[in-house]
C-alpha cells in the first residue's frame, strides 16, 4: 500500500481542516487506518484510528470531540476532520495503514509522506 496525504496548512486557532489520504493499492479496505503526528523535537504520537469496515473509531484525549476520522474504502480514502484547533495541534501529519488493530507506531507498515499543519494563535 502506498499513501499520499494532503489538506495541510495554515489556519488561525479555533479554525477547522480537512486531511485526506489517498491510498494505492486494491487491499486498502482490509486495513487499518490511522493519522499520527509530529511536532518540531517530539516524537510521532497517535491522533486516531480507524477500523477496517470504518464503524469503529479510536482517538487520543488530546483531538477527542474536534477531530473525526472517517475512510471510504471505495475510494481508497481516509480523511481526518480538524475543528477548534489549537496551536498545540501544530505538526506534520502522517496517515499510516496496519495489518491489524493498533495505535502504535512501530505496527504501522505503510506511511504517506506527511502534510504539515500550522495553527496560529
Known amino acids: 500500500v502506498q499513501l499520499q496525504a494532503s489538506g495541510g496548512g495554515l489556519v488561525q486557532a479555533g479554525g477547522s481542516l480537512r486531511l485526506s489520504c489517498v491510498a494505492s493499492g486494491r487491499t486498502f479496505s482490509s486495513y487499518y487506518m490511522g493519522w499520527f503526528r509530529q511536532a518540531p523535537g517530539k516524537e510521532r504520537e497517535f491522533v486516531a484510528a480507524?477500523?477496517?469496515?470504518?464503524?469503529?473509531?479510536t482517538y487520543s484525549d488530546s483531538v477527542k470531540g474536534r477531530f473525526t476520522i472517517s475512510r471510504d474504502n471505495a475510494k481508497n480514502m481516509v480523511y481526518l476532520q480538524m475543528n477548534s484547533l489549537k496551536p498545540e495541534d501544530t505538526a506534520v501529519y502522517y496517515c499510516a495503514a496496519s495489518p491489524r488493530e493498533s495505535l502504535y507506531v512501530p505496527n504501522y507498515a505503510f506511511w504517506g509522506q506527511g502534510t504539515l499543519v500550522t495553527v496560529s494563535s
Open positions: 480507524i477500523m477496517w469496515s470504518g464503524g469503529t473509531t
